[in-house]
């Protein structure tokens, strides 16, 4: 999830910040709880989220896997009445290409991120986004930025 400008109206969740995302939907019990307060800030207005749009394509592969296309296509429709989409385009790329980050589809939820104008990256994994021009938080790590705590 990436959160553009004050984190209190923005954010993106990518790659890695997919399993923050799949945590909420698929009802992981180690991570939902986490997980699903981020999603709630989203949802009900205290911040803004986005996905990056390669993101929005991997969740509904791995949703049509598990459960089928017509609740894949169900899922990532609901899931866009929540969430705005960050674009993907050569510009993305081509700055994706450039950072240091390890994972080439981190580097491009990162730039993603940055030319969206987000100010952090919701992931399970922030150490992944190390060289990202756009802080990474873990969904417990970015309520307290949310809710003034």
């Known amino acids: 999830m990436i959160f553009p400008g004050p984190l209190r109206n923005h954010g993106l969740w990518g790659q890695e910040a ?21 999603w709630a800030a989203v949802e009900t207005g205290i911040s803004e989220g986005m996905l990056a ?3 929005v394509t991997t969740i509904h592969y791995l949703i049509r896997r598990e459960m089928g296309n017509t609740r894949a296509a169900k899922t990532v429709s609901a899931m866009l009445r929540v969430f705005g989409v960050a674009g993907v385009d050569s510009t993305v790329i081509q700055e994706a290409l450039q950072l240091p980050v390890s ?3 981190d580097a491009v939820t990162a730039a993603a991120a940055r030319l969206a104008g987000c100010e952090c990256i919701v992931t399970r994994d922030p150490r992944g986004f190390r060289g990202s021009p756009v802080r990474s938080l873990t969904p417990e790590a970015v309520m307290p930025l949310l809710y003034g705590g």
């Open 18 to 38: 997919i399993n923050v995302v799949l945590d909420v939907l698929l009802d992981r019990q180690l991570y939902v709880d986490a997980s699903a307060a981020a």
């Open 53 to 55: 749009a390669h993101a």
């Open 103 to 105: 994972d080439f589809e």
